[in-house]
């Protein structure tokens, strides 16, 4: 038997075992879904949802669990480097893997070549918010703007931490408002929350999914909404583009579901139509309308370009706000 023939019989054979593998996949054990933020984040809320409908289709318990740290490097390093055997996947996010591709000047992972693409899931809108009583006679954004020129450098706005989607939205609202406000990051959406609570930041552009409740309640004063156009959750929300007279402007997110490089493909495109299909389900979709996000129901090549070319969009977005860290 040749060399070739040799190597040709081996990689058939592992194709082989590997097509046997996925085909008990998943009776072995539970599935973990693991994020890079805690307990209380967007990522996490939205996993735990995920999780009943999804364990229910595969017929195996789904496991939702953190690494949190470094900006959610921390959880997309430990997916990165788990055995690929189709029990362990992250939700990521456009801040896990494209903004942060600039944002850290070294990553211990590749944030394309080290995963396989499994499914996007929602596009996640930032909402600028204010605190009606640290702020009450801000009720617009024109208020808003009126007051930061007039007292530059004077109002403080939140976010969940350096170069998170709040932090660059903030960065690119100012430059485009022509304002000047100070960004104060926290150690995630909780203590943000606290400093908007107690008037230690005036202003923050926060996702939507963790703050609904709150701007239901009045807690918050949505001015303005990052998106292009309105979302249903909040429609008497206006663009920021529209609110600040700001032509063009938006800054949205996504979540999407990521598995560790040479997980067995039958494995990644059984997750991704069992994702789509829970998404375009009415009583999921209403519950993803609900928090104002928007379901991204998506084929894994679809998500491979969406995800390159945000790479590009953040990685300009990153450079001209000047945040970095080491």
């Known amino acids: 038997m040749s060399p070739s023939t040799i190597i040709t019989a081996v990689i058939l054979a592992a194709a082989s075992l590997s097509g046997a593998a996925a085909q008990d996949w998943p009776k072995e054990r539970p599935i973990q879904i693991f994020g890079g933020f805690p307990t209380g984040a967007g990522t996490d809320i939205f996993a735990r949802m995920l999780a009943e409908p999804l364990g229910k289709a595969l017929g195996q318990t789904i496991v939702v669990d953190s690494r949190t740290g470094a900006g959610g490097n921390i959880g997309s390093e430990f997916v990165a480097r788990a055995k690929p055997d189709g029990y362990t996947f992250l939700i990521g996010t456009a801040g896990t893997h494209a903004i942060n591709a600039t944002l850290y000047k070294q990553l ?18 930032n909402v600028l ?3 009606p009583k640290v702020l009450p006679d801000i009720k617009s954004c024109s208020d808003l703007l009126a007051a930061a020129k007039k007292e530059p450098g004077k109002l403080n706005y939140a ?11 903030g960065a690119q609202f100012a430059q485009a408002a ?29 996702q939507s999914i963790p703050i609904m409740a709150q701007l239901r309640a009045g807690t918050f004063r949505p001015l303005g909404i990052t998106t292009a156009q309105k979302v249903a959750a909040l429609p008497e929300v206006p663009p ?7 032509p063009g402007w938006e800054s949205t997110t996504w979540y999407a579901l990521f598995a560790p490089k040479g997980t067995p493909e039958p494995v990644v495109r059984r997750m991704n139509e069992e994702v789509n299909r829970i998404l375009r389900e009415p009583e999921f979709d209403r519950k993803i309308k609900d928090m104002g996000l928007v379901p991204l129901p998506s084929s894994i090549e679809e998500f491979k370009k969406v995800h390159a070319a945000d790479i590009e969009k953040w990685r300009d977005r990153v450079r001209k706000s000047g945040a970095q860290v080491d």
């Open 240 to 246: 920021v583009a529209e609110a600040c007279n700001l």
């Open 129 to 131: 918010i204010v605190n």
């Open 108 to 125: 211990n992972f590749d944030v394309m070549k080290d995963f396989e693409h499994v499914a996007l899931l929602v596009d996640v809108p």
């Open 159 to 169: 976010s969940t931490g350096n170069g998170a989607s709040g932090h660059l939205a």
């Open 178 to 206: 022509g304002i000047d406000i100070v960004h104060v990051p926290y150690r995630g959406t909780p203590p943000a929350m606290n400093a908007m609570m107690s008037g230690e930041a005036q202003l923050m552009f926060q």
